[in-house]
């Protein structure tokens, strides 16, 4: 009698498209190394299925299947009609919905921590979950205690194994470093915008939706009045694609409401201004490629602009006490400013030349901390570990077997 394969996927349940790049890869990697293994892929949304779609042609497998599942309930479908406006009812209400289908799964690949419900909740403590993570930022949500209830954690690098371990207490025997599978999408050639043939360097601001990290909602707009009156700069304003997805922004590890606003029209009229809020580019380093200098507060996608160290400039708008917090780790690698009408002109101008006279060595140290890279993809790095996790599900199931 022939063993049934193991039943591995990977879901993707989210508002935007953001996570995709960090586990996709892994994926298509799996479904190559391990052509043995049953391999899905879920999506909860039409926007997710499109960009797996796109992404995956751009991999070599434009024919992809995808699973997109549904709310089934009228009840769910209701409630979530009515709350999505402010919260993301559909994404917890999806795994209510489709109980059968997780039931049926021996691992499930994660890149958030919404799907460790299936176990608190649902009881399903058959299915080994996996996360990847999304980013090799320092945000403390980031190694909170509920990291260490994965089955399995899969890390960018050194710095976010030691976190993990000694922060959330997740085992060491529980964790995979593979490197940044992301880093397969990066362009061999950064693509340039429209507006950069003028010549000037290049800005992007990418500030955090979080209300209690992020510098958008006391200093967004002077930084926005300081470009648009500005004959020497670009800027690319790529916030994180949930700042403006909702018209509240509600973190919960520090309970905060806020409301991002609006952009006016001059801003989005600015010739040397280009604003997305939320396409593809947003996500897949087509902007942190192209800038010759970062300007942000706490978003991961600082680590994703290092690859090609340049300079960064850092926007301390909560007067935070950061020096040694390794929460505010990534502030090490530029200026830090509290005051952007006073400061930043300034920082601008030094910042090429404090690069390279002190900043260009951190950045080194530190983007080597965050991501252990070899000669090896790190997608296939990644799929080699949750294969291993396979082999170990189908020894224990079928010992006679296998053996």
């Not at 990697?29 to 391999?39: N, S």
């Not at 509920?146 to 030691?162: C, R, T």
């Not at 020497?232 to 509600?250: G, K």
């Not at 997305?276 to 706490?298: C, E, F, K, R």
């Given at each position: 009698?022939?063993?049934p394969?193991?039943?591995?996927?990977?879901?993707?349940?989210?508002?935007?498209?953001?996570?995709?790049?960090?586990?996709?890869?892994?994926?298509l990697?799996?479904?190559?190394?391990?052509?043995?293994m049953?391999?899905?892929i879920?999506?909860?949304?039409?926007?997710?299925?499109?960009?797996?779609?796109?992404?995956?042609?751009?991999?070599?497998?434009?024919?992809?299947?995808?699973?997109?599942?549904?709310?089934?309930?009228?009840?769910t479908?209701?409630?979530?009609?009515a709350l999505?406006?402010?919260?993301?009812?559909k994404?917890?209400?999806?795994?209510?919905?489709?109980?059968?289908?997780?039931?049926?799964?021996?691992i499930?690949?994660?890149?958030?921590?919404?799907?460790?419900?299936?176990k608190?909740?649902?009881?399903?403590?058959?299915?080994?979950?996996?996360?990847?993570?999304?980013?090799?930022g320092?945000?403390?949500?980031?190694?909170?205690?509920?990291s260490a209830?994965?089955?399995?954690?899969?890390?960018?690098?050194?710095?976010?194994?030691?976190?993990?371990?000694?922060?959330?207490?997740?085992?060491?025997?529980?964790?995979?470093?593979?490197?940044?599978?992301?880093?397969?999408l990066?362009?061999?050639?950064?693509?340039l915008?429209p507006?950069?043939?003028?010549?000037?360097?290049?800005?992007?601001?990418?500030?955090h939706?979080?209300p209690?990290?992020?510098?958008?909602y006391?200093?967004?707009?002077q930084?926005?009045?300081?470009?648009?009156?500005?004959?020497?700069?670009?800027?690319?304003?790529?916030?994180?694609?949930?700042?403006?997805?909702?018209?509240?922004?509600?973190?919960?590890?520090?309970?905060?409401?806020?409301?991002?606003?609006?952009?006016?029209?001059?801003?989005w009229?600015?010739?040397?201004?280009?604003?997305?809020?939320?396409?593809?580019?947003?996500?897949?380093?087509?902007?942190?490629?192209?800038?010759?200098?970062?300007?942000g507060d706490?978003?991961?996608?600082?680590?994703?602009?290092?690859?090609?160290?340049?300079?960064?400039?850092?926007?301390?708008?909560h007067?935070?006490?950061?020096?040694?917090?390794?929460?505010?780790?990534?502030?090490?690698t530029?200026?830090?400013i509290?005051?952007?009408?006073?400061?930043?002109?300034?920082?601008?101008?030094l910042?090429?030349?404090?690069?390279?006279?002190?900043?260009?060595?951190?950045?080194?140290?530190?983007?080597?901390?965050s991501?252990?890279?070899?000669d090896?993809?790190?997608e296939?790095?990644?799929?080699k570990?949750?294969l291993?996790?396979?082999?170990?599900?189908e020894?224990?199931?079928?010992?006679?077997k296998?053996g």
């Amino acid at each position: 009698m022939a063993v049934p394969p193991i039943k591995i996927a990977f879901l993707f349940n989210h508002d935007q498209a953001h996570q995709i790049a960090h586990a996709l890869p892994t994926a298509l990697a799996l479904m190559r190394i391990a052509p043995e293994m049953e391999v899905i892929i879920a999506t909860t949304n039409d926007k997710l299925t499109a960009e797996i779609r796109r992404l995956a042609a751009k991999l070599g497998m434009p024919h992809l299947p995808v699973l997109e599942l549904q709310l089934r309930k009228p009840f769910t479908r209701f409630l979530a009609q009515a709350l999505e406006k402010f919260l993301p009812a559909k994404k917890l209400s999806i795994y209510h919905d489709n109980l059968n289908f997780f039931r049926s799964l021996d691992i499930l690949v994660v890149a958030e921590k919404t799907s460790l419900i299936l176990k608190s909740r649902y009881h399903l403590n058959h299915l080994k979950i996996i996360h990847t993570r999304h980013g090799a930022g320092d945000r403390a949500v980031g190694f909170d205690k509920a990291s260490a209830l994965f089955d399995h954690v899969l890390v960018s690098g050194p710095k976010i194994q030691d976190r993990l371990i000694q922060e959330a207490g997740v085992s060491p025997d529980k964790i995979s470093v593979i490197g940044y599978p992301k880093f397969s999408l990066v362009p061999d050639k950064p693509p340039l915008l429209p507006m950069q043939a003028n010549g000037r360097p290049t800005v992007l601001y990418n500030p955090h939706p979080a209300p209690h990290l992020s510098s958008w909602y006391q200093h967004g707009r002077q930084i926005l009045e300081y470009f648009l009156k500005s004959d020497r700069y670009n800027l690319i304003f790529a916030p994180h694609v949930m700042l403006f997805h909702r018209p509240f922004v509600l973190t919960i590890d520090q309970l905060r409401f806020s409301m991002p606003g609006r952009i006016a029209k001059k801003y989005w009229k600015a010739p040397n201004i280009h604003i997305d809020l939320g396409s593809p580019a947003s996500n897949n380093m087509t902007y942190t490629s192209a800038a010759d200098i970062y300007l942000g507060d706490v978003s991961s996608q600082i680590y994703e602009f290092l690859y090609r160290p340049r300079p960064c400039i850092f926007i301390n708008s909560h007067q935070v006490d950061w020096q040694d917090d390794p929460n505010y780790l990534h502030w090490k690698t530029g200026d830090v400013i509290s005051d952007v009408q006073e400061e930043l002109d300034k920082a601008l101008e030094l910042s090429f030349e404090r690069q390279q006279s002190i900043y260009k060595p951190v950045q080194q140290a530190l983007f080597n901390q965050s991501f252990n890279l070899t000669d090896e993809p790190s997608e296939d790095r990644a799929a080699k570990a949750i294969l291993k996790i396979a082999h170990q599900i189908e020894e224990e199931r079928y010992p006679r077997k296998l053996g």
